[in-house]
């Protein structure tokens, strides 16, 4: 596992983060603190992930967004009123929108169907996304200490934890079968 995680870790926490990303990072935060991964490696990708998925949802906005916007009468009038927004809160948008989770993609497009300059959104994305990655990658790394101690801990346990765990969820299965197995008697008799 640990070499299958210093392999592909780094793939991993780029294709991540150009998508959505803070899980990514925060398990490669987690995973360096183990030992698997190098911290600034993790920062990095995450950073250029990051940056890739801003700028490729801000371009697609920029080329296909205003086909969208035309075809819906209800979107078309509020353009305007959107482009008014970006106009005054746009950085601060830019900024923030990292931090906003689920909602990333569809504000970035959004923002590209806007007028603003591609050169403004850039400089911000490269802002946010240097920030954002190393904040992110820090939280990752400093929680990975408490998993630390937690493994630790349980290392010495193991014996005894393994067999309980298995146990329990060999337990709850016969429980769920007998139940089920009761309820279908119930229902449709033997």
């Known amino acids: 596992m640990e070499a299958y995680i210093a392999k592909y870790g780094y793939i991993g926490i780029f294709i991540g ?5 803070e899980t990514t990072v925060l398990l490669g935060g987690i995973f360096s603190r183990l030992g698997y991964m190098n911290i600034l490696m993790v920062m990095f990708y995450a ?11 801000f371009w697609i906005g920029r080329r296909f967004g205003k086909t969208i916007i035309e075809r819906f ?19 601060f948008i830019i900024f923030i929108i ?12 959004l923002l590209g169907c806007t007028n603003m300059k591609a050169g403004r959104f850039f400089m911000y994305s490269i802002l946010n996304s240097v920030c954002w990655s190393i904040l ?26 393994i067999p309980v765990v ?25």
Do not use: W
């Open 98 to 109: 990292r931090f906003l989770v689920g909602v990333r993609a569809v504000v970035l497009i």
């Open 136 to 161: 992110v990658g820090i939280i990752g790394y400093l929680f990975g200490r408490v998993v630390l101690v937690f493994v630790d801990d349980i290392k010495q346990y193991e014996k005894i934890i």
């Open 47 to 57: 950073f250029a992930g990051t940056l890739a998925g801003d700028c490729t949802f």
């Open 166 to 190: 298995l146990g329990l969820v060999v337990l709850l299965i016969l429980i769920y079968r007998y139940i089920m197995s009761k309820k279908e008697k119930e229902t449709y008799g033997d």
């Open 17 to 21: 983060t150009f998508l959505e990303g």
């Open 73 to 91: 009468e209800f979107i078309k009038h509020r353009v305007p009123l959107a482009n008014k927004i970006i106009k005054h809160y746009g950085n």
